[in-house]
C-alpha cells in the first residue's frame, strides 16, 4: 500500500487500538524517582551524575527488551536514509545512552547549572524570534522530543536567553506530565517562571488565558511529536523516515487559534555520549500565516504540521541517537488508505 502524502481522521476511539505512548510504563518517571534524582543532584557533582548515566543507561539497555526493540526500529529507518556513511546509525545501545545523558542533563539545566555559554546559536531564525522577545511582543514555539526541549525552557526560566527582559514561559503538556514536571520544577527552582497547562482540560478559558500571555510577551510552548492522550484518533498521517506516521491535530490547531508568530525549536548536543556537553540550539519560524480567511484554517494548520515533521525528520537524520520516542511512533489507530 503506498503511504499517503496526509490524511485526517476524527473518528471515534477503537476498542482494538495499539498502545499510546502514554501506556508504556517506561514513559512514566514517578514521583519518587524525580525525587531520588533530585536527591542525588544536590549530594553529587553534575560530573559524576553525568559518569553514572552510563552505568544506568546500560542497565535499562540489558533488562529493558521493549526499550531495544523500539530503538532499533527507530533506527533501522534512519540507517535506510543514510547508507553511504561509514558509520550508519544502528546502535541502540549508543542511542539509550544518549537518552540517559539527557535526563541529567534536563536536571541539570532546571537546577540553573547549565548556562548559556554551552549553547550556541546559529544565522537563522533566533535573530527574528531574539528581537521580537526584545520589543516585548510573545511567540508560539513547537518542540519535539528530539535532543533537550527543556534546555531552552530552563534558560528562560533563569534568564538566560540573551535577552534583555524575563521572559515567562508557559509549557502544554499532557496531564500524566505534568504533575511530576511540576514538583520537580518546585523543588528545583522554586522561583521559575515556568507555568503549565493541562492539554487535557483545554477550553476556552485555557485559549484566552494563554493569548492574554501571549499578548504580554510570554512563550508559550508544546511539543509537536506525540499524539494526544484523550483524543488520539484526531491526527494527520505524513510521510515520517520511510513510513507514514501520525502526527497530532492539537498543537497546530492551538497554532492557529492563538494566532501567533510560530517558531520550530530543537536543542541538539553536538556529541550523542559526552561529559561536558554543548548543544547547538536551532531556530525556524514557520512561513504559515493564519490571518486569511478562516475557510482556509484548516488547509494552514495542515501546512503547518507538515512543515513541522518535515523538519523533525530533517533533523532525525542528522542526529539520529538523539531523538527519544522509545515507542512505535508509527502505530495507527486503524487502517489509512491515503489520498
Not at 76 to 92: C, E, N, Q, T, Y
Not at 118 to 135: A, G, Q, T, W
Not at 149 to 167: D, K, Q
Not at 197 to 221: K, W
Request: hydrophobic share 40%; charged share 25%; net charge positive.
Amino acid at each position: 500500500m503506498k503511504a499517503p502524502v496526509f490524511s485526517v481522521n476524527y473518528s471515534g476511539e477503537s476498542a482494538s487500538l495499539p498502545r499510546h505512548w502514554s501506556e508504556h510504563k517506561e514513559q512514566a518517571v514517578g514521583y519518587w524517582q524525580v525525587r531520588l534524582l533530585l536527591l542525588l543532584f544536590r549530594l553529587l557533582p553534575v560530573y559524576f551524575l553525568r559518569f553514572l548515566a552510563f552505568p544506568v543507561g546500560f542497565f535499562y539497555y540489558i533488562f529493558s527488551k521493549k526499550g531495544r526493540d523500539e530503538s532499533r526500529r527507530y533506527l533501522k529507518k534512519v540507517a535506510a536514509f543514510k547508507r553511504g556513511d561509514k558509520k550508519p546509525p544502528r546502535s541502540p545501545l549508543r542511542h539509550i545512552l544518549a537518552f540517559s545523558i539527557t535526563l541529567v542533563e534536563k536536571v541539570e539545566s532546571w537546577g540553573g547549572k547549565f548556562f548559556l555559554d554551552r549553547v550556541h546559536f546559529h544565522d537563522d531564525d533566533i535573530r527574528d524570534l531574539k528581537n521580537r522577545l526584545e520589543s516585548g511582543e510573545g511567540a508560539f514555539l513547537i518542540c519535539s522530543h528530539l535532543g533537550n526541549a527543556e534546555l531552552l525552557r530552563a534558560l528562560a526560566g533563569f534568564n538566560r536567553t540573551g535577552v534583555s527582559r524575563e521572559i515567562p514561559v508557559t509549557s502544554v503538556m499532557e496531564g500524566s506530565v505534568t504533575a511530576h514536571f511540576n514538583r520537580m520544577l518546585r523543588e528545583l527552582n522554586p522561583q521559575s517562571e515556568i507555568r503549565t497547562v493541562d492539554a487535557r482540560n483545554f477550553g476556552p478559558d485555557t485559549a484566552v488565558l494563554l493569548q492574554d500571555r501571549l499578548a504580554a510577551g510570554e512563550l508559550v510552548v508544546i511539543a509537536g511529536d506525540r499524539t494526544s492522550i484523550n483524543t488520539r484518533n484526531k491526527h494527520f498521517l505524513f510521510p515520517f523516515l520511510g513510513e507514514a506516521a501520525p502526527f497530532a491535530y492539537g498543537p497546530f490547531f492551538l497554532a492557529a487559534l492563538l494566532n501567533a508568530p510560530v517558531y520550530f525549536v530543537f536543542a541538539l548536543r553536538r556529541k550523542d555520549l559526552s561529559l561536558k556537553s554543548e548543544y547547538d540550539m536551532l531556530v525556524r519560524k514557520s512561513t504559515v500565516s493564519f490571518d486569511g480567511p478562516r475557510k482556509e484554517r484548516e488547509d494552514r494548520i495542515r501546512e503547518l504540521a507538515r512543515n513541522f515533521a518535515a523538519t523533525l525528520e530533517e533533523y532525525c537524520k542528522k542526529y539520529p541517537y538523539q531523538w527519544y520516542n522509545f515507542y512505535d511512533f508509527w502505530a495507527k489507530p486503524e487502517d489509512h488508505t491515503g489520498v
